[in-house]
């Protein structure tokens, strides 16, 4: 069942993977594990298309199957739970990048694990996300982009973000089928994020520690 997901995904049977979905749902299976099919489903999308054997109507409608199992899956995350609040993500794709498929996973994980998350959405130039940074008061900032036309954005975009006063009140990850420690390196970011799980680990992680700050500071 898993891989008839991943190739319905692949292979954009969209009604297909919608059944298969459901049907794993109705079994009982951990919405994670169907979280982590779609994950593997996008890297081969991704890849497809780097290769030029698929093209933007593909990504858009793997982006469009990724946000309808989303909304399948949210619900069993959140049953019965009150899900808390335990810090503020923003996200966002950078300038000249339209990709957000990846992206959207991480925001979705995101939520699930408490976290209130502001997703800009994509091709977003550097004021864009310092303005949001401004407003939406969070402890950390995802820069994500699929192109290598992204790195010089992203370090545009750290570089903004820092000339604005606001680098040292945010832990910035990177992430996308091309980031590298390499990149993050090159842009200026404090971490990058191999997988949707990793940006979820890494923004638990700095939450906790400026939690463990702010303690230190009131004693």
């Not at 794993?24 to 099919?37: A, F, H, M, R, W």
């Not at 399948?72 to 498929?101: A, N």
């Not at 977003?124 to 310092?130: H, S, T």
Request: aromatic share 6%; hydrophobic share 40%; proline share 3%.
């Amino acid at each position: 069942m898993h891989e008839r997901l991943v190739k319905a995904i692949v292979e954009m049977r969209e009604a297909e993977a919608m059944g298969c979905v459901k049907e794993l749902l109705d079994k009982g299976e951990d919405p994670l594990k169907i979280v982590e099919q779609c994950r593997e489903a996008v890297e081969i999308v991704g890849s497809q298309f780097e290769k030029g054997e698929y093209f933007l109507p593909e990504l858009i409608m793997a982006g469009h199957m990724l946000a309808e199992i989303s909304h399948m899956v949210k619900p069993v995350f959140s049953k019965g739970l009150e899900v808390k609040r335990i810090g503020k993500v923003l996200m966002g794709t950078v300038q000249g990048d339209i990709h957000d498929i990846g992206k959207n996973i991480v925001t979705f994980l995101l939520d699930a694990n408490g976290f209130e998350v502001m997703d800009i959405g994509i091709d977003n130039p550097p004021e864009k996300f310092v303005e949001a940074i401004r407003n939406f008061g969070p402890q950390v900032v995802g820069l994500s982009g699929l192109l290598t036309i992204a790195f010089d954005s992203m370090k545009k975009t750290i570089k903004a973000i820092e000339e604005a006063g606001l680098r040292n009140k945010v832990k910035i990850m990177i992430g996308g089928g091309q980031t590298s420690e390499k990149i993050k390196e090159y842009a200026g970011a404090d971490a990058y994020g191999k997988d949707a799980m990793a940006g979820v680990l890494l923004a638990k992680q700095w939450v906790e520690e400026k939690g463990d700050e702010r303690e230190m500071d009131r004693s």
